[in-house]
């Protein structure tokens, strides 16, 4: 099994950044794609970044220029650095990795991200 955790969430004023971090434990797979998704109160749940093994990145329009994904495979890491943040990116924040060429994914628990002055 691979468990999942996220950290790094918390409360910033609009313009702020903030960096996030989703560690793996367990029987990681050598190759997978990483995501972040989010939800907003009384929204679907949206992709906001995305990262394959080879380190090619997708990003949603609305964090272009703002967040970036990177992972670190040796300390079995993905983070998402949050720049210039606003108050729609008040969500909570979601990773999950699949197994690449295959549907088998794992998801954390997620960690909650609040833009307020």
């Known amino acids: 099994q691979v468990q999942l955790v996220e950290s790094g969430g918390g409360l910033v004023q609009p313009g702020g950044s903030l960096r996030l971090s989703c560690t793996g434990s367990?029987?990681?797979?050598?190759?997978?794609?990483a995501t972040w998704y989010r939800q907003g109160p009384g929204k679907q749940r949206e992709l906001v970044a995305s990262?394959?093994?080879?380190?090619?990145?997708h990003y949603a329009d609305s964090v272009k220029g703002r967040f970036t994904i990177s992972r670190d495979d040796a300390l079995a890491t993905v983070y998402l650095q949050m720049n210039n943040l606003q108050p729609d990116d008040t969500s909570v924040y979601y990773c999950?990795?699949?197994?690449?060429?295959?549907?088998?994914?794992?998801w954390g628990r997620g960690t909650q991200v609040t833009v307020s002055s």
């Open positions: 367990g029987n990681i797979p050598a190759r997978t794609v």
């Open positions: 990262i394959g093994h080879s380190n090619d990145t």
């Open positions: 999950k990795i699949r197994e690449w060429a295959t549907i088998i994914k794992y």
